[in-house]
């Protein structure tokens, strides 16, 4: 006898959109709708596309900061660690992560030690990190250089993938704004 999944499962596309799509901002609704549903006739995005969306969309640092408040209530060290790779050269966007750090996720907070761009913030809000974060700050150049290894790995790895398509994908189904015309067919029959 099979039981029926009663428990919604948490969709970390869903819930951050709807957190930042709460910010009463036309802009942050645009962009909830793009992170939950992408464009109109166009593929889901994925980490990639979302951050890219995320650069357009919001160009100032209180807007961004605003966007800041939701992905730390969200709590996802994915959104959080592509933040700072794109606040490295806004120093107010770095200061409110520190001036945060104890709100962070550890990955993150070890992300943010790691940043060069960020270490006289990091220094004067060190007492808001954890040990694990204090002991990366004082275990000098080289451990901090694996950790900005780390970070630029996984920041690499999420900025990959721009947009998702299944594997189950089947292009004669394709709705018709979204095919490519082509001179030669791709499935070797005639078009």
Request: negative net charge; hydrophobic residues 30%.
């Given at each position: 006898m099979s039981k029926e999944l009663t428990t919604r499962i948490r969709v970390p596309r869903e819930s951050l959109s709807t957190r930042i799509g709460s910010l009463g901002l036309s802009k942050a609704?645009?962009?909830?709708?793009?992170?939950?549903?992408?464009?109109?006739?166009?593929p889901i995005p994925c980490w990639g596309a979302i951050t890219s969306r995320f650069v357009e969309s919001f160009s100032t640092d209180e807007e961004r900061l605003a966007v800041l408040d939701q992905l730390i209530g969200e709590g996802d060290r994915r959104p959080l660690l592509l933040f700072i790779d794109t606040s490295r050269q806004r120093p107010e966007l770095l200061a409110a992560m520190c001036e945060r750090a104890d709100e962070l996720p550890l990955t993150v907070q070890r992300a943010l030690v790691a940043t060069p761009e960020a270490a006289s913030f990091v220094e004067n809000t060190i007492d808001k990190f954890p040990p694990a974060a204090r002991r990366l700050w004082e275990g000098g150049e080289d451990m901090k250089r694996a950790e900005r290894q780390l970070f630029e790995s996984r920041v690499g790895e999420l900025m990959s993938f721009q947009y998702f398509v299944p594997d189950t994908f089947d292009p004669h189904n394709e709705p018709a704004p979204k095919r490519e015309l082509s001179d030669t067919p791709t499935d070797g029959g005639t078009q």
């Open positions: 609704k645009a962009y909830a709708d793009f992170l939950r549903d992408g464009d109109p006739d166009g």
